[in-house]
T-cell receptor, first 113, second 114 residues
Framework: GENVEQHPSTLSVQEGDSAVIKCTYS??????FPWYKQELGKRPQLIID?????GEKKDQRIAVTLNKTAKHFSLHITETQPEDSAVYFC????????????FGAGTRLFVKA | DTGVSQDPRHKITKRGQNVTFRCDPI?????LYWYRQTLGQGPEFLTY????????KSRLLSDRFSAERPKGSFSTLEIQRTEQGDSAMYLC????????????FGQGTRLTVV
């Protein structure tokens, strides 16, 4: 079945440094790759997404890259701030799965001031 | 209607009891999903509705779990004969019916089985 693997499970960076989270997916028919941020006790919320027809997308300090051949995608956060501390989930979905979203296990990001 | 709402927010039940949760999606969203999330894990897919039709149910889902969306609007998730392993956050999400797009999550129902 569909599977999304995410690494690392925990990431600690100094404020101002960059953070990179990597994911791989198994279903080659996946064509939509959202990233969610979940703060403690709150619902997951979309921060950025990428579709399979592009290789990179950027929104201010956040960027995502996608390599469809290798079935890899990554989240890059530059100039990290303490408020970036949260759990980040990568996910994948596609038409063969009825558009259901399959999530990775999450990366807990700590940004030290 | 400002988002997906779930009720109740918290539920404590004794082992063996039945529980039912409700989800009200964003009004114009045709798709509705149920997920389960345990501590330190990502949301795990449980089931999916397109309007009132339940199109997919996770193979990992026990027969004790059932979900309905009778009029294509709100949905209910029932767990019969609850077990301690059912303790988790149950998240509902909805999305519009236009290809692949963002799923909007509710605040979740935290179930504790004692």
């Amino acid at each position: 079945g569909e599977n999304v693997e995410q690494h690392p499970s925990t990431l600690s960076v100094q404020e101002g440094d960059s953070a990179v989270i990597k994911c791989t997916y198994s279903d080659s028919a996946s064509n939509y790759f959202p990233w969610y941020k979940q703060e403690l006790g709150k619902r997951p919320q979309l921060i950025i997404d990428i579709r399979s027809n592009v290789g990179e997308k950027k929104d201010q300090r956040i960027a995502v890259t996608l390599n469809k051949t290798a079935k890899h995608f990554s989240l890059h956060i530059t100039e990290t701030q303490p408020e970036d501390s949260a759990v980040y989930f990568c996910a994948a979905s596609g038409i063969t799965g009825g558009f259901k979203t399959i999530f990775g296990a999450g990366t807990r990001l700590f940004v030290k001031a | 209607d400002t988002g997906v709402s779930q009720d109740p927010r918290h539920k404590i039940t004794k082992r063996g009891q039945n529980v039912t949760f409700r989800c009200d999606p964003i009004s114009e969203h045709n798709r509705l999903y149920w997920y389960r999330q345990t501590l330190g894990q990502g949301p795990e897919f449980l089931t999916y509705f397109q309007n009132e039709a339940q199109l997919e149910k996770s193979r990992l889902l026990s027969d004790r779990f059932s979900a309905e969306r009778p009029k294509g609007s709100f949905s209910t998730l029932e767990i019969q004969r609850t077990e301690q392993g059912d303790s988790a956050m149950y998240l509902c999400a909805s999305s519009p019916n236009r290809g692949n797009t963002e799923a909007f999550f509710g605040q979740g129902t935290r179930l504790t089985v004692v």
